[in-house]
T-cell receptor, first 113, second 112 residues
């Protein structure tokens, strides 16, 4: 079945450092891809999405490009802030009749001042 | 427009008791999804419902778990005879079009 693999954390960075969190997927069709962020004690918030190959999703300085040839959707940000500390989840939408989401295991990002 | 509401936020049950988790979708949303997040893991799909119908329950354990989304009122995830392994965060998401899902804050269930 469809699956998502993302790099294990924790990822510890200093403020203003460059961030990359790797995400690759396996899917039989052409899924939509998402990044969600979960702050401590809260639910998931949609960070960005891409619906087809070569689409770039972006929000709040984060971006990710849907790469069909490498089945990847890596999350990047040029300069992280302490407030970006959270768990980041990569996910795909199986589509079909349910559109249920398949999630990666999450990557904890800790940004130090 | 209020977001997805879940209650209670925290629930403690002893082994063998029943747990009822409630989810009120965003206004105008008729699609509800339940996901479970075990400690140190990602979210796993459990069930997808529309009003009065279960559309996909492929992620639900075969026993003790049930879900409903009545014509009026919130969606309910019910766990009978809870065991320690049921301790997790349970998230509800709602959607107007079965595409973009909006998540609630979750219910953290602890079984003692």
């Amino acid at each position: 079945g469809d699956s998502v693999t993302q790099m294990e954390g924790p990822v510890t960075l200093s403020e203003e450092a460059f961030l990359t969190i790797n995400c690759t997927y396996t899917a039989t069709g052409y899924p939509s891809l998402f990044w969600y962020v979960q702050y401590p004690g809260e639910g998931l918030q949609l960070l960005l999405k891409a619906t087809k190959a070569d689409d770039k999703g972006s929000n709040k300085g984060f971006e990710a490009t849907y790469r069909k040839e490498t089945t990847s959707f890596h999350l990047e940000k040029g300069s992280v802030q302490v407030s970006d500390s959270a768990v980041y989840f990569c996910a795909l939408d199986e589509g079909g009749a349910t559109n249920k989401l398949i999630f990666g295991t999450g990557t904890l990002l800790a940004v130090q001042p | 427009n209020a977001g997805v509401m879940q209650n209670p936020r925290h629930l403690v049950r002893r082994r063998g008791q029943e747990a009822r988790l409630r989810c009120s979708p965003m206004k105008g949303h008729s699609h509800v999804y339940w996901y479970r997040q075990l400690p140190e893991e990602g979210l796993k799909f459990m069930v997808y419902l529309q009003k009065e119908n279960i559309i996909d329950e492929s992620g639900m354990p075969k026993e003790r778990f049930s879900a409903e989304f009545p014509k009026e009122g919130p969606s309910i995830l019910r766990i009978q005879q809870v065991v320690r392994g049921d301790s997790a965060a349970y998230f509800c998401a709602s959607s107007s079009d079965a595409y973009e899902q909006y998540f609630g804050p979750g219910t953290r269930l602890t079984v003692t």
